[in-house]
């Protein structure tokens, strides 16, 4: 197990004068990867599983700001509300209505990304446009006193077609740019999209920040 530290600088090089920001996706990799990338100075993580995100942040530093980039089961929220620092993959009301409940009894504001659903695949969760639409203009976002919408995310098909991953990021940046507007104060400012192996051309449609796993711990395992 190691860390490519090569990659994770050139990447930092690649993101900075963009301002967008790298989470470092974790998920299924042991506390050494993440300690090295820490003593890196990185700071940002992302996981997808509620026990391995918990266990995690009970063992290393504190200062890590917690990512969570998975589906969410609304009886697990409690577990993470205490800590997390995103929540990326909002994918219902249902679930909004459990973060806030949570944040009240933690007494903090969990900020969160509402996830939409941009790819081809039926298996994605999130948000369609009419869906998105409808909640924004209802101004049920002011309904929940804990939580704070930050934006939007997407995944896009799983695909090598840079024209159909190109289309779908430019719908979801055009989404984010029309939700933007129930945010006057600001906000509403992080566009979640590009992973490992799409996150230049997330870049070059709009996202804020891109979540990588592989590139920089290697591929997953997910067999033991
Ligand atoms: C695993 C995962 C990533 C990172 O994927 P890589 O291809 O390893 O960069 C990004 N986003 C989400 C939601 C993931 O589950």
Known sequence: ????KEIYFQIKEQLEPQSVELIAVSKTKPNEDLQALYDLGHRAF????VQELVDK???LPKD???HFIGHLQSNKVKYIAPFVHLIHGVDSEKLLQ???KQ???CNRVIDCLLQVHIATEETKFGFDGPALHDFFVSGRVADYSNVRIRGLMGMASFSDDQQLLSQEFTTLKSYFDNAKQAFPNGQFDILS??????YALAISKGSTMVRIGS????????TK
């Open 215 to 222: 590139l920089l711990f290697g591929a997953r395992n997910y």
């Open 193 to 198: 999209m590009g992973m490992s192996s799409d």
């Open 64 to 66: 890590i700001q917690w």
């Open 46 to 49: 992302g996981e997808n599983y």
């Open 103 to 105: 944040a009240i009894k």
């Open 1 to 4: 197990m190691s860390i490519n």
């Open 98 to 100: 459990e973060i806030n």
């Open 57 to 59: 942040e009970a063992s």
